[in-house]
């Protein structure tokens, strides 16, 4: 038999058909096999490559090279022209689901809350709801997307981040590539890409259905980014702050992608 | 007698089996995110008939509390199912395979016939070319689910820089809804083919490997003429000064 078989494969052996198609059903096979073979030990290269820097798990490196890339690849189709669709406030729902209270400790004062704004150069900004309030008030009802897959048409209100950069003078800050806010007891934490950010439709929300925000929606200001998914979406903004690098964020360290965008 | 007939190009086996595990490890990872959100199921009014899915096999394929894991799988896999569908629609409209492929005039009427030949009510099989009327309904249909999967995924993953296209799939509840149901389409497809595969036989199996499928030439049709060997003369081999009498038939010397 192992005669036989190695007799196929000398390469100025004149062959049967019935030799050819053993010879061709073996080699081709044999590919296959290997083929096969390829796939899981990639497989397994995969899975045991190192995390990416995350604290607490995350993915492999390997997997999260190929998001950043993504990014790089669909970053390029964003633009400030492409607006989220929006909706009349009669399609808003009343019962908005809050999903999570990361960041929102029972030992809140809402009294003493200040928005800190850390600029370029070091000093930081204190700001008060009301000075937020004195700008111009943008109203949004659009569809608040969850990574999770759910949906809700909601309506929130707040002013646009765009004008709250113009009012307070943060040209040389939002010319960084990175902007990072953290909740007031530091417990969750975003990053968010300039161009996102500065997107017409996202704003430093203080109101949802026309009242102020609900204690368990992130009074007294949350982020509304109708460009990314709702884990960007911070609720009760403490601190913002301005890099070149990306900020660390809560759910990338978790594994999710960080740009996230919609 | 058998007879090699040329079946599948390399190419398109090559496409083929890439797309086997890759296709895989979408569906894999596409149920580890569609666990975060699981709210599909087939009813009327009250009674639900297929909860999609139930807790039992979320448990048997460990779905659950996986949902970073899936998107990251999900986003990494599709460049190569995109890749991968790219190039053999490429490759099946420049090498002409497409002729064997796409349903014709009569695949609808065929297709019929082949269906009721393959549940043995009707006797006579239908004509067929490399693939019979119900294969190029089917390769096509796949073709079209697979560039549905590529828009309506693209609808969910980019709503908002991609607007249009979410709206023309209905929004971004339906975009989600046409994708789920292409990929049950995708299980059902593979459990037909599995099966059909299984009956076609080991020849029609092979033939997605090697290329080639073996045919037998009926024995009627051709004269086969039997292989004699000419005895060589030992005599004449070996010099030996032969007599009149065994001129042509010696005999090996002892």
């Not at chain 1, 690849?73 to 022209?81: H, N, P, Q």
């Not at chain 2, 294969?135 to 073709?143: E, H, L, P, S």
């Not at chain 2, 037909?192 to 299984?198: D, E, P, R």
């Amino acid at each position: 038999m192992s005669n036989f078989v190695s007799n196929l494969f000398k390469s100025n052996k004149k062959l049967t058909v019935d030799e050819y198609i053993v010879k061709k059903t073996i080699t081709s096979f044999f590919f296959l096999f290997i083929f096969f073979g390829g796939c899981i030990w990639a497989w397994k290269w995969v899975r045991h490559q190192p995390l990416d820097g995350g604290i607490r798990g995350g993915i492999q490196q390997p997997l999260r090279d190929v998001l950043n890339t993504n990014e790089a690849v669909f970053s390029k189709i964003f633009s400030k022209k492409h607006l989220t669709k929006t909706y009349p406030v009669s399609a808003a729902i009343k019962n908005v689901r809050p999903n999570g209270n990361l960041g929102m400790g029972n030992d809140f004062d809402p009294a003493t809350w200040q928005l800190y704004v850390i600029k370029k150069k070091g000093d930081t900004l204190a700001l008060k709801l009301d000075d937020l309030k004195k700008l111009p008030k943008t109203d949004i009802v659009f569809n608040f997307k969850c990574i999770e897959g759910w949906n809700q048409i909601t309506h929130w209100a707040g002013v646009k981040f765009s004008d709250f950069v113009k009012a307070y003078g943060l040209n040389e800050e939002a010319a960084m590539k990175y902007v990072g806010l953290m909740t007031p007891d530091e417990e969750y934490y975003v990053g968010i890409d300039m161009a996102s950010i500065l997107h017409p439709q996202t704003i430093l929300c203080y109101e949802l259905n026309g009242a102020p925000l609900p204690m368990r929606e992130g009074y007294p200001l949350r982020l509304i980014i109708p460009v990314k998914y709702g884990i960007k979406h911070l609720k009760r903004i403490g601190t913002i702050y301005f890099d070149n690098n990306r900020p660390p964020d809560y759910w990338a360290e978790r594994g999710y992608d960080y740009y996230s965008g919609l | 007698m058998k007879k090699i007939d040329k079946k599948h190009p390399l190419a398109i086996r090559w496409f083929h089996w890439i797309n086997f595990p890759v296709l895989g490890v979408m569906i894999w990872s596409g149920l580890l995110i569609y666990w975060a959100n699981d709210v599909y199921k087939v009813g009327f009014g009250d009674k639900t008939l297929i909860k999609f899915f139930p807790q039992s096999f979320y448990e048997a394929f460990h779905i659950p509390f996986r949902l970073a894991e899936g998107m990251a799988y999900h986003f990494v896999f599709m460049w190569l199912f995109f890749f991968n569908g790219i190039l053999y629609v490429l490759y099946t409209i420049f090498s002409g395979e497409w002729r064997y492929l796409l349903p014709n005039r009569r695949s609808w009427k065929e297709a019929w016939q082949v269906l009721l030949h393959d549940l043995h009510i009707r006797k006579t099989k239908p004509p067929q070319e490399k693939y019979n009327a119900a294969q190029r309904i089917a390769y096509t249909a796949i073709i079209i689910m697979g560039i549905g999967s590529i828009l309506t995924g693209l609808a969910i993953y980019k709503p908002v820089q991609l607007g249009w296209l979410t709206l023309i799939f209905g929004g971004y509840k339906m975009s989600r809804i046409i994708h789920f149901a292409l990929t049950i389409g995708y299980v059902l497809f593979f459990l037909i083919h599995i099966i059909q595969v299984i009956f076609a036989g080991w020849n029609n199996f092979r033939a997605m490997v090697t290329g080639f499928e073996v045919v037998k030439i009926k024995e009627e049709s051709i004269q086969i003429e039997p292989i004699e060997i000419e005895p060589v003369p030992v005599a004449e081999v070996l010099e030996i000064p032969q007599t009149d009498d065994d001129k042509g038939h010696g005999e090996a010397p002892q």
